[in-house]
């Protein structure tokens, strides 16, 4: 059978080593960041994510799904305090989940993740109040925001094509 015929040329893969590329440190409080993948078009960020002991997130609410890789430490949902997440671990969040991410006080080492995000995290306050939005168009501003402030190089990270006419 021949091989199928492509409409795009694929001249090299896109990959990329975790341990060759800069780490943002605190782009949030206690969090740092390393961008893999972001696609402002489809909603879809993929990061890893390394959280210092004591991070507690705010509540969000999924727009879609979430499919997350605890590669070293813990860390839990303060709605399910006895479904802790260890290294090794793979956690698959439906939409429309809702919780609160807490990586323990009393952690001996960061909780390093790896993360695939559809969509949005929708936040909100201790009182259910909305404060804000994170999505991959946010996350591609506050990377580029970084690198600007703290005078970092550019960041190296797949970004899909934007979406074009035919000619």
Known sequence: MPLPMLVTDHRELLTLNTRELPIYENALPGVDVQPLMLDTHRGIWVLRVVFHPGVVLPTHYHTGSVHLWTLSG??????????????????????????????????????????????????????????????????????????????????????PHLPDYTA
Request: overall charge negative; glycine content about 8%.
């Open 74 to 159: 813990s860390w839990h949902y303060l709605e399910y305090p006895d479904q802790p997440q260890t290294a090794g671990c793979y956690l698959y969040e439906p939409g429309s989940s809702v919780h609160t991410f807490v990586t323990p006080k009393d952690n001996t080492e960061p909780t390093d993740t790896l993360m695939y995000v559809e969509g949005s995290n929708v936040n909100f306050d201790a009182e259910g109040n909305y404060v804000g939005m994170l999505d991959a168009n946010g996350i591609t501003l506050l990377i580029d925001q970084l690198i600007k402030e703290r005078g970092l190089e550019p960041a190296r990270y797949i970004r």
